[in-house]
């Protein structure tokens, strides 16, 4: 490789040159490549391609180099390609079929059409081993976490927050070079991004996905690899690996179970199942009882309904479990034997019936995220759920919400401040015109305060009526650490003294304001690290505002909002 390398090298120290290199696989590939081009005064060029957008950043660097991404295929040239791709050609399409194919194209989406450019140029049988070329060149770590991802159906928009909390919950992630687990879990999943194993879904203001989809072609390699590995079973309408599990099953998704596939479960041995993931499709009634998963770290009932229909009995047998979430179903109360399992670390209530936790609660110690409320797809968020007393011993939550500030106790709420460790915060703050709601707020306000000196990141405060927010203006010291505020009610405020320029990792801002000053607006543009800013207005600007071409220079996305035109602001 060296020899080759110096020949190439001297056969081109005197030439002008255009390379062009396909596909590189990894940034060391890139290292040793780069050395048999020598640096002339000839303009040479080099054009590289690569799925990895690492290893695209490391072919910039050191020089005038400039990366490309690929945008998808415009409809009309999708439309192109389908016809090309089915029926040879766009003229070939009988007319019968158009209306149908542009249907057909109207429902599928653009990155599906980036991987069927393959398709033209190589062989569908080709096309596992491009896809296996890419699974066999990640380290081990990401092998791992990748293949984690077929426990979901076709097409499922897989939430960020979730699939690390379960890795987390799996044993998957270690700390490493000073990371938690958690920032360990997140730079693997942008990684899977980076490297186009995963498609990203749900971009924020940041510029990072929420959440990944995994492409059709790409999860049915994945499940032949977890068949062939025994990594993960499936039962499904459409498939079961059940039948084809030699040894135990390690982690078991049932995505449909009906009298067949619980015959088959029921002669099973399941004692070694680590995660049981039960999708809404399922008839929970055939599902085998809990006492029979012994070893289970992970169990999540997503969306099932009817899940009183399911025998509890036995979760409190579960010592090893970490990660427990009955997300979306229609669960009213929580099993008892939930208060047993001390080695839990995230608690998931979300969008269940659930309206009170049990006093026993505050012995889960280990517990990091404990997540209550109910979050619709339209509509206003709302929680009901008391902030459980002796909360404050909880030392390790960093994650809570949906919790009921004037349900719950003025001591409850006091304790919230000896969280030292907590970064994420959603409260429901409704005062329902209470005479108590002032004492909260002022036990709220205490509590903040103390957060805001430790590793508070991320604050929501949403209100379903008109309840003022402004005792927040006294919020002393700074929280210096605050990346995202968000406040969510019908009440509208002066500019909140405490919003300042020495916030500098004060990235998103969502606000209602009765009106906006000059001085207001001089402060929002010297915000050095403001990436997006949303503000509702009560009244009419009576002022021209004029916003300097300096100012919010690390906007990336304003969603200011107008509730009556304004027309007097000027940029300058």
């Given at each position: 490789e060296t020899i080759c390398i110096a020949k190439l090298r001297e056969l081109l120290k005197d030439k002008r040159y255009l390379i062009v290199i396909d596909d590189i696989w990894s940034i060391s590939a890139w290292d040793a490549i780069k050395y048999a081009f020598p640096e002339n005064d000839f303009c040479s060029r080099i054009i590289a391609t690569t799925h990895n957008v690492d290893v695209a950043r490391s072919c910039c660097q050191g020089g005038n180099g400039r990366m490309y991404e690929m945008e998808a295929l415009s409809d009309l040239h999708s439309k192109r390609l389908f016809f090309k791709r089915i029926f040879g050609s766009e003229d070939c399409c009988p007319?019968?079929?158009?209306?149908?194919?542009?249907?057909?194209?109207?429902?599928?989406?653009?990155?599906?059409?980036?991987?069927?450019?393959?398709?033209?140029?190589?062989?569908?049988?080709?096309?596992?081993?491009?896809?296996?070329?890419?699974?066999?060149?990640?380290?081990?770590?990401?092998?791992?976490?990748?293949?984690?991802?077929?426990?979901?159906?076709?097409?499922?928009?897989?939430?960020?927050?979730?699939?690390?909390?379960?890795?987390?919950?799996?044993?998957?992630?270690?700390?490493?070079?000073?990371?938690?687990?958690?920032?360990?879990?997140?730079?693997?999943?942008?990684?899977?991004?980076?490297?186009?194993?995963?498609?990203?879904?749900?971009?924020?203001?940041?510029?990072?996905?929420?959440?990944?989809?995994?492409?059709?072609?790409?999860?049915?390699?994945?499940?032949?690899?977890?068949?062939?590995?025994?990594?993960?079973?499936?039962?499904?309408?459409?498939?079961?690996?059940?039948?084809?599990?030699?040894?135990?099953?390690?982690?078991?998704?049932?995505?449909?179970?009906?009298?067949?596939?619980?015959?088959?479960?029921?002669?099973?041995?399941?004692?070694?199942?680590?995660?049981?993931?039960?999708?809404?499709?399922?008839?929970?009634?055939?599902?085998?009882?809990?006492?029979?998963?012994?070893?289970?770290?992970?169990l999540e009932f997503q969306d099932c309904q009817n899940l009183h229909e399911y025998d509890m009995n036995g979760i409190d047998k579960l010592f090893l479990l970490k990660y427990l979430s009955f997300r979306g179903t229609d669960m009213l109360k929580l099993p008892s034997g939930v208060l047993r399992l001390y080695d839990l670390e995230t608690l998931d209530l979300r969008n269940t019936h659930i309206e009170g936790l049990p006093t026993g609660i505050i012995q889960l110690v280990k517990l990091q995220h404990l997540l209550t409320g109910r979050y619709p797809y339209s509509g206003t968020a709302h929680g009901k759920t008391k902030i459980p007393n002796g909360i404050g011993t909880m030392k390790n939550l960093q994650a809570i919400s949906g919790f009921n500030i004037i349900k719950s106790s003025l001591c409850a709420v006091e304790e919230l401040g000896n969280l030292t460790v907590l970064k994420d915060l959603i409260l429901q703050l409704d005062s329902g015109g209470s005479l108590e709601y002032k004492r909260h707020e002022e036990m709220l306000l205490s509590s903040l305060c103390k957060l805001g000196t430790c590793k508070l990141q991320s604050v929501w405060m949403y209100s379903n009526d008109s309840t003022s927010l402004q005792f927040l203006d006294s919020w002393s010291p700074l929280p210096y650490n605050l990346q995202m505020f968000q406040m969510t009610t019908d009440y509208y405020f002066p500019m909140p003294k405490w919003i300042v320029p020495a916030l500098t990792g004060l990235a998103y801002l969502d606000l209602n304001l009765i009106e906006v000053t000059e001085e207001g607006l001089r402060i929002l543009g010297e915000m050095p690290a403001l990436l997006y800013l949303s503000i509702a207005f009560k009244t009419v600007q009576k002022e021209r505002l004029t916003i300097k071409d300096f100012a919010f220079s690390c906007l990336k996305r304003n969603s200011t909002l107008f509730l009556r035109t304004i027309g007097n602001v000027q940029f300058t």
């Open positions: 007319n019968v079929l158009k209306q149908i194919s542009n249907k057909i194209l109207r429902n599928v989406e653009a990155s599906h059409w980036q991987l069927s450019a393959y398709q033209v140029y190589y062989p569908l049988e080709g096309m596992n081993s491009i896809l296996s070329l890419s699974y066999n060149d990640l380290p081990p770590n990401l092998k791992t976490c990748l293949l984690y991802l077929c426990i979901y159906p076709e097409d499922y928009v897989i939430e960020r927050d979730i699939l690390v909390r379960r890795w987390i919950g799996e044993g998957f992630i270690s700390e490493e070079r000073g990371q938690s687990k958690q920032e360990v879990a997140e730079n693997h999943f942008y990684e899977l991004i980076n490297k186009s194993m995963v498609q990203p879904v749900e971009v924020g203001y940041d510029g990072k996905a929420r959440a990944c989809k995994v492409h059709d072609m790409m999860l049915e390699l994945l499940i032949s690899k977890s068949v062939e590995n025994n990594f993960i079973s499936l039962a499904s309408h459409s498939q079961t690996d059940l039948a084809k599990c030699d040894g135990f099953i390690r982690r078991l998704s049932v995505q449909h179970i009906d009298l067949e596939l619980a015959s088959i479960l029921a002669n099973e041995e399941l004692s070694h199942v680590r995660s049981l993931t039960v999708m809404a499709s399922t008839c929970i009634k055939h599902l085998p009882g809990l006492v029979r998963f012994e070893a289970l770290r992970v």
